[in-house]
């Protein structure tokens, strides 16, 4: 079935270290792809998307190509801050009629200075 | 303009309890959603309504129902609570279409003794 799988975590990095975290989907169609970022004790904001192949999200200095190829929409940042210290949920939509979001589990990502 | 807000924030309650777990969204989106986020396992979808007067099952959905009255309104009730269903509850809204992305409330921490 359909399925997202993303790194598991946590992640600990150093400031200005660069960070990748791995996402990959099984699904059928033309899914659109989103990275989630939680900060702590608060619900889910989106970071960023992109809704066709090879298309690239952009945000906060975050970036994510979607590859039909590889069917994968690996998270990159040049250069971590402390303040990116969150859990970050790769997800697919699908078209359909219940057009929900499937996640990955998250990824903790924690930021030492 | 408020988004989501979910209501109440926490809960603590006994098993076998009656519980309405209440989300509004002030956006006017067609699609909202309920899930619950356990600790390595993501968020998972429990139900779904595509419009007002709509509803449908996701992939947790036993011992929860949803009605969805209204375009703003969509509450989830636990009939008769277990201590399984301890989680965090997130409510989500979204236009329809899979390009879109869902917005999320800021959750309810519901914890069953």
Not at chain 1, 84 to 112: E, I
Not at chain 2, 21 to 36: F, I, P
Not at chain 2, 49 to 60: F, I, P, Y
């Amino acid at each position: 079935g359909d399925s997202v799988t993303q790194m598991e975590g946590p992640v600990t990095l150093s400031e200005e270290a660069c960070l990748t975290i791995n996402c990959t989907y099984t699904a059928t169609g033309y899914p659109s792809l989103f990275w989630y970022v939680q900060y702590p004790g608060e619900g889910l904001q989106l970071l960023l998307k992109a809704t066709k192949a090879d298309d690239k999200g952009s945000n906060k200095g975050f970036e994510a190509t979607y590859r039909k190829e590889t069917t994968s929409f690996h998270l990159e940042k040049g250069s971590v801050q402390v303040s990116d210290s969150a859990v970050y949920f790769c997800a697919y939509r699908n078209t359909g009629t219940a057009s929900k979001l499937t996640f990955g589990t998250g990824t903790r990502l924690q930021v030492t200075l | 303009i408020a988004g989501i807000t979910q209501a109440p924030t926490s809960q603590i309650l006994a098993a076998g309890r009656r519980m309405t777990l209440r989300c509004t969204q002030d956006m006017r989106h067609n699609a909202m959603y309920w899930y619950r986020q356990d600790l390595g396992l993501g968020l998972r979808l429990i139900h779904y309504s595509n419009t007002a007067g709509t509803t449908g099952k996701g992939e947790v959905p036993d011992g929860y129902s949803v009605s969805r009255a209204n375009t703003d309104d969509f509450p989830l009730t636990l009939a008769s609570a277990v201590p399984s269903q301890t989680s965090v509850y997130f409510c989500a809204s979204s236009p329809s279409g899979r390009n879109y992305e869902q917005f999320f409330g800021p959750g309810t921490r519901l914890t069953v003794l």
